[in-house]
């Protein structure tokens, strides 16, 4: 199951890259199939994760982690699909930003951040000292990264930008909460070497870093405006839930092993 499910899954994705790279099909095929990708993926890894879930025992500490985990791929999953909406309805236009897709977007973040935190609970051990101070600065630069590294694209979007304080508040959410999930997963490594849990959780952490390394090269790509659909940067997503799933089928395994 794990290996044709990675077959099918790495499969769609090279076919992305194909279409995309050799113009092949119309320009519309391309943009629905992307889209459709994205959203299909997110879904297919939010069912694997619920099924995960439901095979934790009632007093599985890691129960509620992939409870969390099936709710933020879910409200990723309605973000793309409000994403989609507007270049289909719109003759194949850029989506805008912000755009109510980000609600679902910018959901996510935060309950993949309270499951991380969730399943360091659950294992029970304590955070070592050099695993902080990691996170720490991995969050500093990863902020001073969003905003200085992007020639203060986020101090200045208010007055350059149509969106106002809108798309302020929206982009100032993403270069907070991102850093703060890639500090949770730094705190994750730091205490999986060892775990009986680990071959599962690399795959979850793995996921989540490609994830969020796609986030920031995306916002990169559009303050600089080069990013349109159809980019291989749309491929970040997928490949990101695609991790998360083989993590959630081998925990599934390990639960009924």
């Not at 989540?208 to 995306?218: D, E, H, M, Q, R």
Request: hydrophobic share 50%; aromatic share 18%.
């Amino acid at each position: 199951m794990i290996i044709i499910t990675s077959v099918l899954w790495i499969s769609a994705c090279a076919f992305f890259l194909y279409i995309n790279q050799m113009q092949f099909g119309s320009t519309e095929f391309r943009l629905y199939y992307g889209l459709t990708l994205e959203a299909l993926t997110t879904f297919i890894a939010a069912s694997f994760c619920l099924r995960t879930m439901f095979s934790c025992d009632q007093d599985d500490p890691f129960r509620f982690s992939w409870k969390l985990f099936t709710m933020s791929l879910v409200l990723w999953g309605i973000g793309s699909i409000v994403y989609s909406i507007y270049p289909i309805f719109n003759n194949g236009a850029e989506t805008p930003y912000p755009w109510y897709a980000d609600i679902g977007y910018l959901g996510m973040i935060p309950l993949a951040i309270v499951a991380l935190i969730s399943f360091i609970r659950g294992l029970g051990v304590s955070i070592p000292l050099m695993g902080k101070l990691i996170a720490i600065i991995a969050f500093c630069v990863a902020v001073y990264y969003q905003i200085g590294g992007q020639e203060n694209y986020a101090l200045t979007i208010y007055s350059e930008k149509d969106g106002g304080l809108l798309a302020f508040s929206v982009d100032w959410a993403y270069y907070l909460l991102d850093p703060i999930l890639l500090a949770t997963a730094i705190l994750i490594i730091s205490i999986l070497i060892g775990s009986e849990t680990a071959n599962v959780w690399w795959w979850i952490i793995a996921g989540l870093i490609t994830y969020f390394l796609g986030n920031v090269a995306y916002t990169h790509a559009v303050a600089n405006e080069y990013f349109t659909e159809g980019h291989p940067l749309n491929l970040s997503w997928p490949l990101a839930w695609w991790m998360i799933t083989m993590g959630a089928m081998i925990a599934h395994q390990q639960n009924h092993s």
